[in-house]
């Protein structure tokens, strides 16, 4: 039975979203699960046939979700982060791209066979290194600050550019092997072009202005940017073809330097609507393929083609285009080597290999297996070998996943010690000097600033911590932190201390726990609370379970006031408790808890009777 296309759309979208879960859960590049199960629902089990099936709505889908995506990586673009990289990713975004164009265009004329005017669209598109790939990289391989950067923002950078220059370079190609050659064509190429940058401009600011101004309502704000995108790209397009790319392009990076408060929504919008159209695109562009395409991807001339663009375009091109900008050597070859492609370079190519066959490009036509190859092969070696590379080259941030902590405090100064001496990562973020003085006293790292504001967003590298921790005395404060950057660090791994008074324990509506994060530790215990327990000289216990001293035995040596606070597990993983924590203790976990000091009075007692005891029994010897 030949399934129904609504059934399609819904197998579409389920094999999408549970690729990226299974990424998520298993800690795997999500494009790797989406390529294998959609070449599964595809040309492998005849499940999908979504060109065949979508018909004229195929293209246009593919166009639309292109539009969205290039939005959502220029709307990255800001200009004062880029500012702050120094010379390293302008070399390599411009000279760095430059050279990767020609090489990657020499190589994909003698080595896979493409002719000229191929080559050199194909070049100027696989110069992109996938944001959407390299971010869960960077946060998996736990890189230092700055190849961490670099390897960030090239993405970011570059992702437009890519796709634009290969537009451009169509329209010149189209220009140069025309029959009869007219510029009259070409002028009005660029003409348009500049019309849809400024057209761009126009809705960046259009929808900006309305968003500041209230004339869009909250709930309206994400559809809006939607339709404005839709509406953008069509807009330019419909005037000549290819230059809406480069219109939501310029509205995007217009938004991202507006400086206007409601960006955050606009990356919630990115968060969700995006992820869903790549997961749902991408099964489709996979789906799609033939399994007579698929199988040349495993022919010697698209092999030696990713071979050498993986081993000797790409590291030649960041050699080349970083002398002189201060980077070292180890962090030359691992920016070298680590250049993933992602969505936009398929999506971009599938678009391109429709209009070069219908313009008469008849080798256009392996454009989709070639773009696959490279991905699905600079995925994998990339994904699981950053992690090794970067160790060997001691550009890794050495140790346990790290906590950020919001809040300068005692207890979360002496939290932070604990963390440390277990080999934890942790920084204290504070917008006092005031608060943060024990802080400094203390040797703990440190950031003097608002965890929300714009500037730290900049000057933070969060990508050695994990988890963040809200424990300020402000309870909506600790709230909005959460709420803020659980998107980012996910639910899991967010948590913010107690809201409720002693009254409330017991006989709260259960509607401020769910706001923001995770309660830490017991809801029962409040900022004051830990406070002054260790005014009354509780002390930070470690403990870690053997078979003959179990988690049973051990939290019934403990009483009500005991403070659990985090376990280790022998992996080195970090589990904060709370009242959802679903892992329960096992042998060999480390307790790291905050415990009455009578406990330890006793023990104390306890060794000064054994001594005693001993000292009276050699006496009597």
Not at 215 to 239: N, Q
Not at 495 to 524: Q, W
Not at 540 to 556: E, I, P
Request: aromatic share 10%; glycine share 8%; with cysteine.
């Amino acid at each position: 039975m030949v399934p129904s296309l609504l059934f399609e759309v819904m197998l579409i979208g389920l094999l999408g979203i549970g690729s990226q879960w299974i990424a998520w859960r298993y800690r795997m590049p999500a494009i790797v699960v989406m390529s294998i199960t959609g070449l599964l629902a595809g040309p492998i089990l005849g499940i999908l046939s979504p060109e065949e099936d979508f018909g004229d709505l195929y293209n246009p889908i593919i166009s639309v979700a292109v539009a969205i995506i290039l939005f959502e990586g220029s709307l990255n673009l800001s200009f004062k982060e880029i500012r702050g990289l120094g010379k390293p990713v302008f070399r390599i975004s411009t000279v760095g791209a430059f050279i990767a164009w020609i090489l990657g265009s020499l190589t994909a004329h003698y080595i896979a066979g493409l002719s000229w005017a191929v080559a050199f669209i194909i070049g100027a598109l696989f110069i992109v290194t996938g944001p959407t790939v390299i971010m869960p990289l960077l946060r998996q391989s736990k890189l230092r600050a700055r190849p961490a950067k670099i390897l960030k923002w090239e993405g970011i950078i570059v992702d437009p550019i890519g796709a634009l220059l290969a537009v451009f370079a169509f329209e010149i190609i189209s220009f140069m092997t025309a029959t009869d050659p007219s510029g009259t064509k070409l002028i009005l190429f660029f003409t348009a072009s500049l019309f849809a940058v400024i057209f761009g401009w126009a809705c960046g600011r259009g929808i900006g202005w309305m968003f500041e101004t209230g004339h869009i309502p909250e709930f309206l704000k994400s559809p809006a940017v939607v339709i404005v995108v839709i509406l953008c790209f069509t807009g330019a397009d419909e005037i000549m073809h290819e230059t809406g790319l480069l219109s939501v392009t310029a509205m995007g990076i217009t938004l991202a330097n507006m400086g206007i408060s409601s960006i955050s929504d606009m990356r919630h919008f990115k968060e969700n609507i995006s992820i869903l159209l790549i997961s749902t695109i991408f099964i489709m562009l996979t789906a799609s393929l033939q399994v007579e395409t698929l199988l040349q991807i495993f022919s010697p001339r698209i092999i030696g083609y990713v071979l050498l663009m993986m081993f000797i375009v790409r590291p030649l091109s960041i050699f080349l285009s970083t002398i002189g900008t201060g980077m070292s050597f180890n962090e030359k070859v691992l920016v070298g080597w680590i250049a993933p492609r992602g969505i936009v370079a398929l999506t971009v190519s599938g678009y391109f290999a429709s209009i070069l066959q219908s313009a008469g490009y008849e080798d256009a036509e392996i454009l989709t297996t070639l773009t696959f190859g490279l991905v699905f092969f600079t995925v994998i070696a990339h994904g699981f070998s950053i992690g090794w590379l970067s160790k060997k080259l001691h550009l890794s941030m050495e140790g346990r996943p790290g906590t950020l902590i919001i809040g300068a405090n005692r207890f979360t100064v002496e939290l932070a010690k604990t963390l440390t001496k277990v080999k934890i990562p942790v920084i204290i973020v504070d917008s006092s000097w005031e608060r943060l003085r024990a802080v400094r006293e203390s040797g703990i790292n440190f950031y003097h600033g608002n965890i929300l504001s714009e500037q730290t967003e900049y000057n933070l590298d969060t990508i050695p911590y994990e988890y963040m921790i809200a424990m300020t005395d402000d309870h909506a404060y600790n709230a909005l932190v959460c709420t803020t950057f659980m998107p980012e660090y996910g639910r899991t791994n967010v948590f913010k201390i107690s809201p409720y008074t002693h009254s409330e324990v017991n006989n709260s509506t259960e509607i401020v726990s769910k706001v923001g994060g995770r309660i830490l530790f017991d809801k029962k215990f409040t900022m004051d609370d830990l406070n002054d327990k260790l005014s009354g000289g509780y002390v930070f216990r470690q403990t870690t379970l053997t078979s003959q001293y179990n988690y049973k035995q051990y939290v019934a040596d403990k009483d009500n006031s005991t403070v659990f606070l985090y376990l280790i597990k022998p992996s080195g993983q970090l589990k904060f408790y709370s009242e959802e924590m679903r892992t329960v203790p096992s042998v060999g976990d480390t307790i790291i808890s905050l415990t009455p000091p009578n406990k330890e009075k006793a023990k104390i007692e306890a060794k000064l009777e054994n001594q005693r005891n001993s000292i009276n029994g050699n006496n009597k010897k």
